[in-house]
C-alpha cells in the first residue's frame, strides 16, 4: 500500500517536472520577426603595440617662436622641457625619429640641431642669418611632409601663427590637400595647446590699413604641438604630456583631436550595452531578461504596463573618441513591430508580427548623468523610445499609451552619428584672435597673448574632417516587450 | 393582475417592434467577423487607422465584435428592465382623479432620464475603459457615433414599449401615450 503510494507520488511528481519544463521553455522561447541587422560602419581593431613606425619631429625656426626659449619666467617656461621630452616620447611610439625644422620651406636636420631648438640660436641662424629661413611659418609645408611615409607619426611644435594670406584660395588648398590625404588614410590630428612663459618678438600681426606689426610687451603665449598619426599614438604623446606637466595646471593646457571617425567603437558589437542602459534605476519591469542574439543585437525582453517610460541612455566617453569634436547630431533609424498573439508558438504558426508604417518614433536628448563612484558628471546621450507617438510633444504621458494594450512589440533601434560636432573650435576660443580683432588686441597691451586665426584654422581642419565624416552605427539594440494594462 | 399580465405582454411586443434588429446585430457580432458591408462600416467609421500598425482589421475585429455584442445584449436587457418594470409601475401608480395622471408625466420624465443615463454610463464603460482591450480600436469619432446611436436606439425601443405598455390610465404621464386609440388595451 506504502509502496503503491510512493510510486503515485512519483509519477506525479515526474509529470509536474516535465509540464513545468515545457511550460519554463516555452516562456523563455524566442520568436523575432524577421528583419536583417544594419551592416556596422566601424569596426576598428587595436593595433599592435609591436606594429612600432618612424617618427617626425617638425620643429617651427621663425622668429616668433625665439621668445619660448629666452623667457622671462622660468617657472611657467615647458617649452623648453616639452622640447627635450619630444625625442624620448618619439622613441616610445615610433622605431626611428627623424628631425625636421620648418618655415618658408622644410628642412631636414640632425639631432644635435634639433636639440638646439631650447636655444635662441635656432632661430636666428647666426652663421648664416642671410639665408636664414625664420621669416614665415608654412604649416601646409610642414603638413604636406606627411606624405613622405603614411605610416609614420608626425609631431609639429609651433605656435600656428598663421597668417590671413595662408589660410585663403591656393595657399588654403594646398593646406588642404595633405590634410584630405592625412584623414582619409583613416589617421588623426592631435592639437596640444601648452601656456608658455615668453620673452620676445611677435611678427607678423595685421593691423587696419593693411601692413604688420610686432609686439614685445607680452610674457605668455602658447605654443602648439600638433600630432599627426593613429589616434593610439595622439593619445600616448597627450597623455604623456599630461601626467608630466598638467596634473595641477589644467588652465594652461587644451587638448583637441581632429578626426573624420570621431566614434571609437559599435557598443552593441563590442558587447559593451548591458540592461542598465535602458532601465538605469532599479525598476525594472517583470519578466525581464536581457541577452544578446544574432551574435550581436543585445535584446530587451519585459512585459510592461502603459505608464512606463523607455529610456535608453548610453554615455559618451564609451563611443566617442576622447578629446574630438564629438557628434552634433544622431540619427535613430527604426522598426516597430505587433503582434495580436503574444505566445511564440502563436506567433510563429499564424505568423502574426505585423511591420508597422512608423518610421522615426524615437528621439535623442544630450543629458548628463551623474557617475557613480565620485561626484563626476558624465555626459550622455539618451534616446526616448517611441517618443513621437505622443501626438502632444508637451505631454509627460508615457508614450506607450498610444500603443495596444494586449499586443506583443518588437523594436529594433539603430542609432547613427550622423554629424559630427565642433567642440574643439570652442576648446581654443579664449586663446585666439582674428585678423579684425587684432589691432584692438595689441593697443591693449596685453600680457597673454593670444594666437592669432587659431579658431579659423581649427575650423579649417574641422570642415576637412567633417567632409570625410560618413555616419556611423554606433548600436543596435531590441526590445521585445508585451504591454499589459 | 390580468391587466399588468396583458400591459407586459405588449410592452413585450413594442420591445419586438425595434429589438428584433438588436438581436440580429447581437448574432452577427457573436459569428465573428466576416468580410462585408457591417466590418466596412466598423473600418471606415468606428475604429482608427490601424494600417499604420500594420495591421488588417479583419484580423483584430473579433474582440471588437464580442464587445460589440456584450454591450448590445447589456443594452437591451436594461431597456427591456426598464420598460417593463414601467409598464408594471404604470398600473400602481395612485391616480384617483381626472388630470392627476399628468403629474407622474415628471416621474416618468425622471424615470426616463436614469434609463437615459444608465445607457450613457454603459457605452461609455465598454467603448473606454481598459476591461475590453477592443476599446482601444474605436475613435474619438468612433465613440461619438456608438454612443449617439445606441441611446437613440435603445431609447426608441424602451420609448414603444411604454407608450403601449402603460395603464391606460396612466397614459397622460408618458408623452404622447395618450394618442393611442381609447380601446388599445
Known amino acids: ?485 | 393582475m390580468l391587466r399588468i399580465f396583458k400591459s407586459l405582454t405588449y410592452s413585450i411586443f413594442g420591445l419586438m417592434s425595434l429589438g428584433w434588429l438588436s438581436v440580429i446585430f447581437i448574432i452577427f457580432m457573436f459569428v465573428g467577423p466576416e468580410p462585408n458591408r457591417l466590418l466596412d462600416f466598423f473600418e471606415n467609421n468606428l475604429i482608427v487607422d490601424v494600417r499604420k500598425y500594420g495591421q488588417e482589421f479583419i484580423y483584430l475585429a473579433k474582440s471588437l465584435y464580442i464587445l460589440m455584442g456584450t454591450m448590445n445584449i447589456v443594452l437591451l436587457a436594461i431597456a427591456l428592465i426598464m420598460s417593463l418594470a414601467w409598464s408594471a409601475l404604470s398600473h400602481r401608480l395612485n391616480i384617483d382623479s381626472p388630470g392627476k395622471a399628468k403629474i407622474y408625466a415628471i416621474h416618468w420624465l425622471i424615470y426616463t432620464g436614469v434609463m437615459l443615463a444608465i445607457i450613457v454610463a454603459i457605452t461609455f464603460y465598454f467603448t473606454t475603459s481598459t476591461r475590453y482591450n477592443a476599446a482601444q480600436f474605436l475613435s474619438n469619432g468612433g465613440i461619438t457615433i456608438i454612443l449617439f446611436s445606441q441611446t437613440i436606439y435603445y431609447f426608441l425601443i424602451y420609448y414603444i414599449a411604454v407608450i403601449v405598455g402603460t395603464a391606460r390610465f396612466a397614459r397622460s404621464s408618458v408623452l404622447f401615450a395618450n394618442k393611442l386609440p381609447g380601446n388599445f388595451l
Open chain 1, 1 to 485: 500500500m506504502t509502496l503503491k503510494k510512493i510510486n503515485e507520488l512519483f509519477i506525479n511528481f515526474l509529470i509536474f517536472t516535465v509540464l513545468f519544463s515545457f511550460t519554463y521553455l516555452e516562456s523563455k522561447e524566442l520568436c523575432i520577426p524577421d528583419f536583417e541587422l544594419d551592416t556596422p560602419t566601424i569596426n576598428v581593431t587595436p593595433l599592435n603595440d609591436t606594429d612600432k613606425n618612424s617618427v617626425y619631429v617638425l620643429i617651427d625656426g621663425s622668429l616668433s617662436m625665439q621668445g619660448f626659449v629666452n623667457p622671462s619666467d622660468q617657472d611657467t617656461n615647458l617649452y623648453v622641457e616639452v622640447i627635450d621630452d619630444l625625442q624620448q616620447i618619439a622613441e616610445s611610439i615610433g622605431n626611428e625619429t627623424y628631425y625636421l625644422r620648418f618655415g618658408r620651406w622644410v628642412k631636414s636636420i640632425r639631432e644635435s640641431e634639433a636639440a638646439r631648438a631650447t636655444d635662441p640660436s635656432f632661430y636666428t641662424c647666426p652663421h648664416d642669418p642671410e639665408n636664414c629661413d625664420n621669416q614665415e611659418t608654412r604649416l601646409d609645408e610642414a603638413i604636406k611632409t606627411t606624405q613622405l611615409d603614411k605610416d609614420a607619426t608626425y609631431i609639429i611644435v609651433t605656435d600656428l601663427f598663421i597668417e590671413n594670406k595662408n589660410l585663403i584660395g591656393g595657399k588654403l588648398h594646398q593646406l588642404k590637400k595633405p590634410l584630405n590625404k592625412v584623414l582619409d588614410s583613416g589617421k588623426s590630428i592631435g592639437i596640444i595647446g601648452i601656456m608658455n612663459s615668453f620673452n620676445g618678438t611677435i611678427y607678423g600681426i595685421p593691423i587696419s590699413g593693411g601692413g604688420v606689426a610686432t609686439y614685445s610687451r607680452a610674457n605668455k603665449r602658447p605654443f602648439y604641438i600638433m600630432v599627426i598619426g593613429d589616434q593610439k599614438n595622439i593619445h600616448k604623446v597627450k597623455t604623456k604630456l599630461e601626467k608630466q606637466y598638467f596634473t595641477n595646471n589644467a588652465d594652461d593646457y587644451k587638448f583637441s583631436l581632429i578626426t573624420s571617425n570621431p566614434i571609437i567603437q559599435n557598443l552593441s558589437i563590442n558587447k559593451k550595452v548591458n540592461e542598465k542602459n535602458l532601465f538605469r534605476t532599479k525598476n525594472q519591469p517583470p519578466e525581464f531578461k536581457f541577452e544578446y542574439i544574432k551574435s550581436n543585437l543585445p535584446l530587451y525582453q519585459f512585459n510592461t504596463n502603459q505608464k512606463r517610460i523607455l529610456e535608453f541612455t548610453i554615455k559618451k566617453n564609451e563611443f566617442i573618441v576622447l578629446g574630438s569634436s564629438g557628434i552634433s547630431n544622431y540619427e535613430i533609424k527604426e522598426t516597430l513591430w505587433n503582434s495580436i498573439e503574444v505566445k511564440c508558438k502563436a506567433i510563429n504558426s499564424d505568423k502574426t508580427w505585423k511591420k508597422t508604417n512608423l518610421d522615426t518614433i524615437s528621439t535623442w536628448k544630450e543629458i548628463i548623468i551623474p557617475a557613480s563612484a565620485n561626484n563626476e558628471k558624465i555626459d550622455a546621450i539618451s534616446i526616448y523610445l517611441l517618443k513621437k507617438l505622443n501626438v502632444d510633444p508637451k505631454e509627460k504621458e508615457s508614450p506607450l499609451v498610444n500603443l495596444w494594450r494586449g499586443f506583443r512589440y518588437f523594436h529594433v533601434v539603430n542609432i547613427y552619428a550622423d554629424k559630427p560636432g565642433n567642440i574643439s573650435e570652442d576648446i581654443f576660443k579664449d586663446w585666439s584672435i582674428t585678423k579684425a580683432q587684432a589691432q584692438k588686441f595689441i593697443e591693449g597691451d596685453p600680457v597673454v597673448f593670444k594666437t592669432l586665426n587659431l579658431v579659423k584654422l581649427v575650423k579649417v581642419l574641422n570642415d576637412v574632417a567633417n567632409e570625410r565624416f560618413k555616419p556611423t552605427l554606433i548600436a543596435s539594440i531590441a526590445l521585445d516587450f508585451n504591454l499589459t494594462k
